[in-house]
């Protein structure tokens, strides 16, 4: 019983743990292709860009999984008429917000440049980049919605191949546009553009062998569905979102503290930190499941069997990761470093030794925070997201920067992410000694 749970932990962490890597290369390509092309400016104008695509991101996922979570339960229900209206009304909001973002984009994109930070030097890029980007938001939207409910319309390796084949498509896209085309930041925003619409390409045999069980309906938008699918989707909202305003308030930082090249130091750390994070989540949503069901069938030992598994994984892929950061810190940025920046290198070295000290902390807490979503206790799951989301690491950021310059900025990280580890314990330990309600 033991080695076939293990086997089937394995299984889907391995899985998932391999799609997420994939998606995280999406704004990674970006930093390589843009240091290589356009160096350290080209680096600061992408980092001070990359909250905008979070918010336009976690708003269609927000829309996708919100409403793909109510179609599996009127699925399940056998009540298909709700399925299509859900959709009907997802679509809808899908349209309102990608009209909301283009209107942002044609008339806004110079102010937003200014309150996300950009200075003389990185304005000009910045402001390309947030203008197209905004203007491919409906490719974006309709992306995220379509791969949430074609996921749950049970097709979820269509979806798969359609995240990782638009991620390899913007890799692809970034090298042709900015080096044989020329096309510098311009290149680098339309790979990244392409890439929703080379998805839904993908997602298209979903449609044309009529395999979908949902439909565009023509009928009124439907409040109730709409908020109850907004409720139930506000979670990943959050969880894009609060990762844009953390590197906002760390850009303003480090701008005040080490100017634009210390923004490109921490654009390299930050995308970096986009892959660590993403092998933890994926161990995390690919174990999900496994403990779901081992906790609706009332199996407590296999549910904490699965915890322990987790935890294990989680401290060996940690030690492996910060060994490789650690050891080779200085070839890695360098990697990104293509104008041979003193500064930049003399900033990022360092910052990133002490910046990934958070890695086993932040994997249990992220590990910790499923479990207990995937166990029915919302309360401790949304209390660990939202304190290591930005509620602690931006008063750390403040404070550590103000008494130790950068080497604060780089250790709020790690200190916020031990910090809610405590927190996780606190919320575990009754969890272990009495069963869930």
């Given at each position: 019983m033991s080695q076939s749970l293990l086997k089937e932990f394995f299984k889907y962490t391995s899985l998932n743990i391999t799609g997420m890597v994939g998606l995280s290369c999406y704004i990674l390509a970006d930093t390589y292709f843009v240091s290589k092309g356009?160096?350290?400016?080209?680096?600061?104008?992408?980092?001070?860009?990359?909250?905008?695509?979070?918010?336009?991101?976690?708003?269609?996922?927000?829309?996708?999984?919100?409403?793909?979570?109510?179609?599996?339960?009127?699925?399940?229900?056998?009540?298909?008429?709700?399925?299509?209206?859900?959709?009907?009304?997802?679509?809808?909001?899908?349209?309102?917000?990608?009209?909301?973002?283009?209107?942002?984009?044609?008339?806004?994109?110079?102010?937003?440049?200014?309150?996300l930070g950009a200075d003389a030097k990185t304005a000009g890029m910045t402001r390309i980049y947030l203008k197209v980007l905004l203007l491919f938001s409906p490719a974006f939207m309709m992306n995220d919605l379509l791969t949430c409910f074609v996921r749950n319309d049970q097709n979820p390796r269509l979806a798969m191949m359609a995240m990782l084949i638009g991620s390899l498509s913007n890799i692809t896209l970034d090298y042709i546009f900015i080096?044989?085309?020329?096309?510098?930041?311009?290149?680098?925003?339309?790979?990244?553009?392409?890439?929703?619409?080379?998805?839904?390409?993908?997602?298209?045999?979903?449609?044309?062998?009529?395999?979908?069980?949902?439909?565009?309906?023509?009928?009124?938008?439907?409040?109730?569905?709409?908020?109850?699918?907004?409720?139930?989707g506000f979670s990943s909202l959050v969880t894009e979102v609060s990762s844009g305003i953390v590197?906002?308030?760390?850009?303003?930082?480090?701008?005040?503290?080490?100017?634009?090249?210390?923004?490109?130091?921490?654009?390299?750390?930050?995308?970096?930190?986009?892959?660590?994070?993403?092998?933890?989540?994926?161990?995390?949503?690919?174990?999900?499941?496994?403990?779901?069901?081992?906790?609706g069938k009332g199996d407590r030992s296999c549910t904490f069997r699965l915890l322990r598994y987790g935890l294990t994984s989680v401290l060996l892929l940690s030690a492996a990761i910060y060994g490789i950061l650690f050891g080779f810190a200085e070839p890695i940025v360098r990697i990104f470093n293509s104008e041979g920046n003193a500064l930049l290198q003399e900033i990022a070295v360092p910052g990133m030794k002490l910046y990934f000290l958070a890695v086993p902390f932040a994997g249990i807490n992220i590990l910790l925070s499923l479990f207990f979503t995937s166990t029915d206790q919302a309360v401790p799951a949304q209390a660990i997201s939202i304190s290591r989301g930005f509620a602690l690491i931006i008063p750390s950021a403040l404070l550590l920067a103000r008494i130790q310059g950068m080497n604060g900025v780089w250790l709020s990280f790690p200190l916020t992410e031990l910090l809610v580890l405590f927190m996780g314990a606190f919320f575990l330990l009754p969890t272990g000694k009495r069963p869930s309600s």
């Amino acid at each position: 019983m033991s080695q076939s749970l293990l086997k089937e932990f394995f299984k889907y962490t391995s899985l998932n743990i391999t799609g997420m890597v994939g998606l995280s290369c999406y704004i990674l390509a970006d930093t390589y292709f843009v240091s290589k092309g356009l160096g350290s400016t080209g680096l600061a104008a992408l980092n001070l860009a990359i909250p905008v695509f979070s918010f336009i991101h976690g708003s269609g996922l927000m829309l996708g999984m919100g409403g793909a979570t109510w179609y599996s339960i009127f699925r399940g229900q056998q009540a298909y008429d709700k399925c299509d209206r859900v959709f009907t009304n997802m679509f809808f909001l899908a349209i309102v917000f990608s009209f909301c973002f283009l209107l942002t984009g044609l008339f806004l994109s110079d102010v937003l440049t200014l309150i996300l930070g950009a200075d003389a030097k990185t304005a000009g890029m910045t402001r390309i980049y947030l203008k197209v980007l905004l203007l491919f938001s409906p490719a974006f939207m309709m992306n995220d919605l379509l791969t949430c409910f074609v996921r749950n319309d049970q097709n979820p390796r269509l979806a798969m191949m359609a995240m990782l084949i638009g991620s390899l498509s913007n890799i692809t896209l970034d090298y042709i546009f900015i080096f044989p085309l020329h096309l510098g930041i311009l290149g680098a925003v339309l790979a990244t553009g392409a890439a929703p619409l080379i998805g839904m390409l993908i997602l298209s045999p979903h449609f044309l062998q009529k395999r979908n069980g949902f439909h565009i309906r023509g009928e009124m938008p439907d409040r109730k569905v709409i908020l109850s699918s907004l409720s139930l989707g506000f979670s990943s909202l959050v969880t894009e979102v609060s990762s844009g305003i953390v590197i906002i308030v760390f850009n303003i930082i480090i701008l005040g503290l080490a100017g634009n090249v210390g923004i490109a130091s921490y654009g390299v750390i930050a995308n970096l930190s986009l892959v660590v994070i993403a092998i933890y989540t994926g161990m995390a949503q690919g174990m999900q499941p496994l403990v779901s069901q081992a906790y609706g069938k009332g199996d407590r030992s296999c549910t904490f069997r699965l915890l322990r598994y987790g935890l294990t994984s989680v401290l060996l892929l940690s030690a492996a990761i910060y060994g490789i950061l650690f050891g080779f810190a200085e070839p890695i940025v360098r990697i990104f470093n293509s104008e041979g920046n003193a500064l930049l290198q003399e900033i990022a070295v360092p910052g990133m030794k002490l910046y990934f000290l958070a890695v086993p902390f932040a994997g249990i807490n992220i590990l910790l925070s499923l479990f207990f979503t995937s166990t029915d206790q919302a309360v401790p799951a949304q209390a660990i997201s939202i304190s290591r989301g930005f509620a602690l690491i931006i008063p750390s950021a403040l404070l550590l920067a103000r008494i130790q310059g950068m080497n604060g900025v780089w250790l709020s990280f790690p200190l916020t992410e031990l910090l809610v580890l405590f927190m996780g314990a606190f919320f575990l330990l009754p969890t272990g000694k009495r069963p869930s309600s």
